[in-house]
């Protein structure tokens, strides 16, 4: 049995008001597709879903120095729907969505991208033909503007996002009469067909694939994976390869009855993220853990995680001023996949302080949850999330909101 750790990203969402968070939790476990979907459902919300440039951005910042490619919440499934390039709507056809296809044109089960005539009426083709093309500007004076290059629609999307916001895609009528004037011929806009779904039924028309991907259905390469050395690129992988995946949402409470068996699997963890300065705060009032967990993100970041004696021995001298037997740590059990884990660990090594018959070689069951001793040897034991005692969050001395670095670094923990 494994102690693994998982390292927490949070993705910016730029919004009108205020500055948002998309929590990710990547998971340095090796699952297949829909094991790593069945534990982000078991454990957060689901899979990750990336619905934006910055988010995308944001995330691979904090995971640009992990060796391995990692599994995000997109499948293709059976059904081809029609979707904006600019994300924030797709198009399905039907009720009140603007379209403007030229009669008799056979849409067809499979991928395409939206070619508009200079009659202003849209056609369906290879998304791999060279046409030029009109952008989007969110901020300019000018909205449309016509690039009289010859490009395929990916490499004219990619230029309208690097030059401008993106392909231009026409949402009501008056939209199209001014992209129709704009360019005077036939272009690319940003309309394009796929098959592509996310685990949680979002309906983000995002995409962002390696620029070599393959317009058409590749067989038996059913799944996405982030591309971690190109960038964050997406690439069509088997569903059936084991990689490290990502979550997204908040943890979820854990059942104390007996669980689904699940196929065991993973492996030793091949890197470690590089921490903050943090302070350690005893918070002396009985809460389940749960209870700690969500007081300590409100009020501080998050539950302790220990990973060198360093960390043990600060808490540890925390855990002597408390009022309880033992302090609730970040440290949990999960029966479905039959290991324990950090739920934010932000510095990672070999370091365990079991106490004898608890731990990965010791009694486990469902709903236990991660203690330290607060006299003796301070060490770890495997207690009833529903059992009420005191605890120790942490607080960044530095900003640390806005993700986490990692570096590669062989482990071997067991």
Known sequence: MMLFF??????????????????????????????????????????????????MNSLHKNISDVSQDMYIGLYRSQVFKWHCSVTDGFFSGGGSVFENW???????????????ENNGK??????????????????????????EENKSWREAQEYCRTFHTDLA??????????????AKKEVWIGLFKDSW?????????????NSSQSNSVSKGLDCASVMVNQSGRWNEVSCNVSLPFICHGDLKSQPTTEPVTLPAGGQNLNTSPSAPSYNLILVKENLTWMEAVSYCRKHHVDLVSIHSQEPQDRTARKATESNTSY???????????????????????????WAPGHGPHGFEECGLSGAMESTGGHRWVGRPGSDKLN????????????????ENKNTGCV
């Open 6 to 55: 998982l390292f927490i990203l949070f993705g910016v969402l730029s919004c009108t008001s205020s500055q948002m968070y998309r929590e990710y939790h990547f998971i340095n476990v090796n699952k297949n597709w829909t094991e790593a979907q069945s534990f982000c459902q078991a454990m957060y919300t689901d899979l990750a879903t990336v619905n934006n440039r910055d988010e």
């Open 391 to 406: 605890f120790i969050c942490y607080t960044c001395a530095n900003s640390c909101a806005s993700g986490v670095t990692i």
């Open 169 to 182: 895609c026409p949402k009501v009528s008056s939209e199209n009469q001014d992209i129709k004037n704009t």
């Open 327 to 353: 302090v609730w740590m970040g440290l949990r059990y999960t029966c479905n996949f039959h290991f324990w884990f950090w739920i934010n660990n932000r510095e990672m090594g070999c370091y365990q302080n």
């Open 122 to 147: 849209w056609i369906n083709d290879s998304c791999d033909s060279q046409r030029q093309f009109v952008c989007f500007n969110a901020t300019a004076t000018e909205k449309y503007i016509l690039i």
């Open 102 to 116: 030229k009669p008799t044109i056979s849409d067809g089960n499979h991928e395409g991208c939206a070619v508009m």
């Open 197 to 209: 779904s996310w685990s949680n039924q979002s309906n983000t028309s995002f995409r962002f694939w």
